[in-house]
Structures are given as C-alpha cells and as structure tokens.
Nanobody, 124 residues
Framework: QVQLVESGGGLVQAGGSLRLSCAAS????????MGWFRQAPGKEREFVAA????????YYEDSVKGRFTISRDNAKNTVYLQMNSLKPEDTAVYFC?????????????????WGQGTQVTVSS
C-alpha cells in the first residue's frame, strides 16, 4: 500500500512555471507506475502525464506535450511534474496517482491510490 502527498501548487502568471511533487510512503515505490491527473471546476478529472515504474517510459496528454515533464526519483520516493509555459486553461486541482504495475495508464480507473490534490491557478 502507498500513501501520496502532493505539494508545489500555487498561483502563477501565464507563461510561468511550477514544479509539483508527489511524495509516497512505503518501501515499494519503485513497484508503482505513477500518473498525474487534473480536475478543473465543473469538469471531469482528466489525464495529464504518466511514467512507468522505472522511469524509462512516459506519456503525455496532447495539450501539455512540450510544456510539462514528468519524472521520478525512486530513491526519494517522489514523482515530479515540471510545468512550463503555463496557460490559464491549466488551472485545476492536480492529483498524483499510483498503480502497482510496471506500465502506466491514462485511465484514472486503473489507479488504486490517490493523493489529496494541490491547486494550480494560472492568471492571464
């Protein structure tokens, strides 16, 4: 079992950057593929990015490709989401999620563990 705690959200102007972190408890973090999802007010939760348990494979939603980078440090039990060139439409609560398998998924139903979320607000 793993517990997840996100941090790093905040208010930033359009064009700015933020780095989100997701710290995981437990000794088997490297056995989990990780994902980042986001949910804007009045909208469904949507996939943002994911990474395999080794970090060798990553995948991004089309609207964030080239702007966001997902990475992980298994020695620190942490996954990151570096967000550059932020846009007002990136405003949402960002969640990290874990699934105990090698490969990632873009489907939030495939993830069994979730953090509480961190708010990202991008002003125009």
């Amino acid at each position: 079992q793993v517990q997840l705690v996100e941090s790093g959200g905040g208010l930033v102007q359009a064009g700015g950057s933020l780095r989100l972190s997701c710290a995981a408890s437990g000794r088997t973090f490297s056995s989990y593929a990780m994902g980042w999802f986001r949910q804007a007010p009045g909208k469904e939760r949507e996939f943002v990015a994911a990474i395999s348990w080794s970090g060798a494979n990553t995948y991004y939603e089309d609207s964030v490709k080239g702007r966001f980078t997902i990475s992980r440090d298994n020695a620190k039990n942490t996954v990151y989401l570096q967000m550059n060139s932020l846009k007002p439409e990136d405003t949402a609560v960002y969640f990290c999620a874990a699934r105990r398998t090698y490969s990632y998924s873009t489907n939030n139903n495939d993830y069994g563990y979730w953090g509480q979320g961190t708010q990202v607000t991008v002003s125009s």
